[in-house]
């Protein structure tokens, strides 16, 4: 079997999806740990410390494009396999089987990642490409990400915007987690009892603490 | 529970052939026993039609014992209706009550195309065992049972695998129309026996291989297969399958 059959085949397309999204999941932690620093209650010195270790050092700027490389196959290949999945029923059913065999948010992950993309594009355009470009795309000078999060989440709309990016990425986390295990192949049911426990933990904690953020500028909190 | 009698109004797909465009149609069934089966209650139904001089309707059915994987009627928005664990020539009328309306669709996949009504065409399932479903043997004298040791859990599991009766409940229920768990389970219950382990690599490509031909779709774990089966195969069966395909596709040296 060649790389080609086994990456076009359904459980191999499905394996890209896993590998990528524990990916942009090991990710999120060190997203939301960098970022935590903005509680440290020292007006953001130690969020520019760590900001300025992310974003001026070579290592961590060669690592950001395997990021993007992960970030946009998880996202191609999600709506691949959502639009192949789609046409595998021409005609539906009158009455639906619906949410008394599985979870919304598990049959709505693809709606789901189109809101996390959407809340993306804004984020990015928000913070990683006004500093980047004050960089030159190299490593300039950077510009100082914690008065730009003060300056963002001053306004309303764009606090209740990042909240429900949040959400949806919550949701997404919620089945994705899990999923991406059972995908990769992990059987044994203690591990997938411990992995669904820790994966709902996480689709939690992590996105509520990324919520907190605008939610503590907005309201004074740091 | 004591007996009843209940009037019914059901809202069956018709549908002449696979090329036809097909519809509801509404029918009353009356004085319907709480004890028939689901089944039963549509032999009665027939009757009326053939009584009527009109086509009855043509549904799967064969050992109405749960065992055979015939029947296939959505029922209500589930696959084999609303009891769980459950096949439809084993659902009992008393899930029902009198006044009721009862939709009844076909498996609805591009996979199983419908051949008339009630009735899916679900060969795509006998060429994926084809593909690999079996253990090849060079049948010699019968082996003594005891001779190969199998761990008690492994045998359990193999046997759970083993349940599944190939009915297309999973893929009917699945929103991808995927049919990973009834191949999670044929490749499970072989991979997890010492018989099946010199094949199962390819076993495994090559039901995949035929699954992916067949036009079912990928697995997004929902669970909704799991839901509807009414042998209680386990979605971890399909977690099973990913690790066999991925030790597979890794190993494979061509």
């Known amino acids: 079997m060649t790389w080609k059959q086994v990456f076009t085949s359904s459980v191999g397309k499905k394996l890209v999806m896993g590998f990528t999204g524990i990916f942009l999941i090991l990710f999120l932690i060190i997203h939301v740990g960098l970022n935590a620093c903005i509680w440290a209650g020292d007006n953001g010195v130690m969020f520019t410390q760590a900001a300025h270790f992310m974003g001026g050092n070579w290592v961590p700027r060669v690592l950001e494009i395997g990021l993007f490389a992960g970030l946009l196959l998880h996202i191609i290949q999600g709506y691949m396999l959502s639009f192949s999945n789609q046409s595998k029923r021409s005609q539906g059913y009158a009455v639906d089987f619906g949410n008394r065999g599985s979870k919304w948010y598990s049959r709505s992950m693809g709606l789901l990642g189109t809101i996390i993309l959407l809340f993306l594009v804004v984020h990015i355009s928000d913070f990683w490409l006004p500093n980047r470009v004050s960089q030159g795309f190299l490593l300039g000078p950077e510009i100082n990400l914690f008065d730009k999060m003060r300056v963002e989440f001053s306004e309303l709309w764009v606090v209740i915007l990042y909240v429900l990016g949040c959400l949806s990425l919550g949701y997404h986390l919620a089945h994705g987690f899990q999923s991406a295990f059972r995908t990769i192949g992990v059987h044994n049911k203690k591990y997938n009892t411990l992995l669904s426990t820790i994966g709902y933990a996480f689709a939690i904690i992590v996105p509520l603490a990324f919520a907190m953020m605008p939610v503590s500028f907005y309201l004074g909190w740091v | 529970m004591e007996h009843y009698s209940m009037n019914l109004n059901l809202k069956v797909w018709r549908q002449q052939n696979a090329a036809a465009k097909g519809g509801f149609k509404l029918y009353r069934v009356e004085n319907i026993s709480s004890e028939m089966s689901f089944l039963e209650m549509f032999d009665v139904l027939n009757e009326q039609l053939v009584h009527a001089g009109e ?75 084809q593909a690999g479903g079996y253990v090849s043997v060079n049948t010699g004298n019968a082996v003594d049972g005891n001779a190969i040791p199998i761990p008690k859990n492994n045998a359990d599991e193999a046997f759970a695998a083993a349940m599944c009766i190939g009915c297309g409940a999973c893929v009917a229920a699945c929103k991808n129309s995927s049919a990973m768990l009834f191949v999670g389970a044929k490749v499970s219950h072989l991979a997890l026996l010492p018989q099946g382990d010199p094949e199962r690599g390819s076993r495994v490509v090559n039901m995949l291989a035929q699954m992916d031909k067949e036009g079912f779709g990928a697995c997004t774990n929902t669970g909704a297969c799991e839901a509807a089966c009414p042998k209680e195969i386990s979605l971890s069966n399909i977690a099973r399958l990913n690790k066999e395909y991925l030790a597979a596709s890794f190993v494979d040296n061509k």
């Open chain 2, 55 to 129: 086509d009855p309707i043509t549904f799967d059915h064969d050992c109405r014992e749960g065992i055979c994987g015939a029947c296939s009627m959505h029922i209500n928005g589930k696959p084999h209706g609303p009891w769980y664990a459950n096949t439809t020539c084993q659902l009992h009328m008393r899930a029902f009550k009198d006044g009721d309306t009862i939709v009844v669709e076909p498996w609805r996949a591009n996979a199983f195309p419908v051949i008339k009504d009630l009735m899916v065409d679900r060969s795509a399932f006998d060429r994926i065992i």
